[in-house]
């Protein structure tokens, strides 16, 4: 899925696994500030069973996860959650590889999931879940005009140990179809 003429969505393969252990294991602390996945994530065979996992759930569970390549580099992961097909909803997840921050990669591969989400998959609903104190992330769906709804305490467990409150924005296809 073309988003620009830098960046490139492609639906994840098992060949992804050695891209996604590699930056997870060369980045691990600036990762695992925020990411949950990271201390669990020890060796290539953690990163080959995630991406199994995502290509062989049942229909109604599947994810659609997406490799992101800058300039035909892999550079992160973004994806679309299972749909909620009886409230036509569902949830944007992302990580991004620490040297390509602030060029706006994930904004623009936001931007270009909103539209096939809104206007091909027909969904009425979209949130981003971000742990409170993660600006970069957050600042993503207020760039993008997300309405922020508050914060879900302790909405996720990190290192079996704490927990972080998690910051919800959500935006609607008629509020993203009037915006043009």
């Known amino acids: 899925m073309t988003v620009d003429d830098e960046i490139y969505l492609k639906p994840l393969e098992k060949d992804d696994a050695i891209h996604i252990f590699e930056t ?6 600036y990762m695992q500030e ?23 759930m049942p229909d109604e569970y599947k994810e659609e996860v997406y490799t992101i390549l800058y300039h035909n580099e892999f550079c992160g992961i973004i994806g679309l959650k299972p749909v909620d097909w009886n409230n036509m909803r569902s949830e944007f997840g992302y990580w991004l590889s620490q040297p390509f921050q602030g060029k706006g990669i994930v904004t623009r591969c936001v ?8 206007n091909d ?3 009425n609903r979209i ?3 971000c742990a409170v104190g993660n600006v970069r992330s957050s600042n993503i769906p207020k760039r993008l005009g997300f309405t922020f709804e508050g914060i879900e305490r302790e909405g996720e467990r990190y290192n079996d140990q704490r ?14 179809l009037s915006k043009g």
Do not use: C, G, M
């Not at 997870?24 to 602390?29: E, F, G, L």
């Not at 996945?37 to 062989?56: G, I």
């Open 24 to 29: 997870i294991n060369t980045q691990r602390k």
């Open 34 to 56: 925020w990411l949950p996945f990271v201390p669990y994530t020890r060796e290539l065979y953690d990163s080959l069973q995630y991406v199994d996992y995502v290509l062989n």
């Open 111 to 118: 931007q270009r999931l909103l539209h096939y989400a809104f």
């Open 121 to 123: 998959l027909k969904i």
């Open 127 to 129: 949130q981003i879940k």
């Open 163 to 176: 927990y972080f409150d998690i910051e919800v924005y959500s935006l609607l296809q008629r509020e993203f």
